[in-house]
């Protein structure tokens, strides 16, 4: 028991550690891809620890990631957005209830196995979700992508008018377009993604998914609670962005559809080649 607690103590530190440096370091935690729009990675870690870890650590994990979040606003934000992270209660307190949120979600998983249905509860729970996400997702990058020019003139500190007026212009006339060529290409992936997730449902590799499948729900769930939060002060951004509730909104739909792939992609491998370590399977006794 002794040497399980000193483990946890060290792996949980070790987490700390690599969230501390990518969320500090600039374009390593948070990256930036357009002008106010930023990726987070730093999820990625703080789930795997939260997973293998007890809910306490959970908590320390999130909690970690929040004042990384709050330090790294203080160094280097560069927008109004981006400077609203400098209050803990957008900072820290959602990506606190991220942990907290997480560890349920891969346990609540984890323990459906026991149902006759389960894992087709999980099919149709994380299918619903991640449908939403890829639809509204894909338009809203879409819209980011065709706003891009008159974005980064209007983050200018003396944005041309004449430049944003032909911008602005060029966005009116290739947004419908460019969202209907995407609408298509969306529901083809969406189509793809159910028939390949329900393949992988009806085989026996349910740890395997509980593990994907949480990284979906874990990072969305990450991303409603920071812009719920920031939704709740949106007072503080009218100045800046007129309509907060609409910037908010399509920073769920793209940056939380980008984020919760990546977390897939990059956290699952690692995950699975930690869970092998004899002192982690037995973490997992109490639900296996």
């Known amino acids: 028991m002794k040497n399980k607690s000193i483990f946890e103590l060290v792996l949980t530190s070790t987490f700390v550690s690599i969230i501390l440096i990518m969320s500090l370091i600039p374009q390593l935690g948070f990256v930036t891809i357009l002008p106010g729009v930023s990726i987070t990675l730093v999820h990625i870690p703080s789930m795997i620890g939260i997973f293998i870890l007890r809910p306490k650590y959970g908590f320390i994990l999130g909690l970690a990631f929040g004042l990384g979040s709050l330090f790294a606003s203080f160094m280097y934000a560069s927008t109004a957005f981006d400077l609203a992270f400098q209050n803990p209660l957008i900072s820290v307190i959602p990506r606190v209830l991220f942990g907290i949120t997480s560890w349920a979600i891969f346990h609540g998983f984890m323990m459906l196995r026991k149902l006759s249905y389960g894992k087709y509860i999980m099919f149709g729970l994380v299918t619903l979700i991640t449908t939403f996400a890829i639809y509204f997702g894909t338009i809203q990058i879409t819209k980011n992508v065709v706003w891009n020019k008159y974005t980064?003139?209007?983050?200018?500190?003396?944005?041309?008018?004449?430049?944003?007026?032909?911008?602005?212009?060029?966005?009116?006339?290739?947004?419908?377009?460019?969202?209907?060529?995407?609408?298509?290409?969306?529901?083809?992936i969406i189509v793809i993604f159910i028939s390949v997730y329900y393949y992988?449902?009806?085989?026996?590799?349910?740890?395997?998914?509980a593990v994907s499948s949480s990284?979906?729900?874990?990072?969305?769930?990450?991303?409603?609670?920071?812009?719920?939060?920031?939704?709740?002060?949106?007072?503080?951004?009218?100045?800046?962005?007129?309509?907060?509730?609409?910037?908010?909104?399509?920073?769920?739909?793209?940056n939380g559809l980008?984020?919760?792939?990546?977390a897939v992609a990059i956290g699952t491998p690692i995950y699975t080649a930690l869970r092998r370590l004899p002192i982690v399977e037995n973490n997992f006794k109490h639900i296996n």
């Open 258 to 262: 980008i984020e919760a792939l990546a």
């Open 200 to 209: 992988l449902v009806s085989k026996d590799n349910y740890g395997d998914l």
């Open 152 to 188: 980064v003139e209007t983050s200018q500190e003396a944005p041309n008018e004449a430049l944003l007026a032909v911008y602005e212009q060029e966005a009116l006339a290739n947004e419908g377009p460019a969202i209907n060529t995407m609408i298509p290409i969306s529901l083809v």
């Open 215 to 254: 990284f979906i729900l874990g990072t969305l769930s990450h991303t409603v609670f920071v812009l719920t939060f920031v939704i709740l002060f949106a007072d503080a951004f009218k100045m800046a962005f007129g309509d907060a509730v609409t910037l908010i909104y399509g920073i769920a739909a793209s």
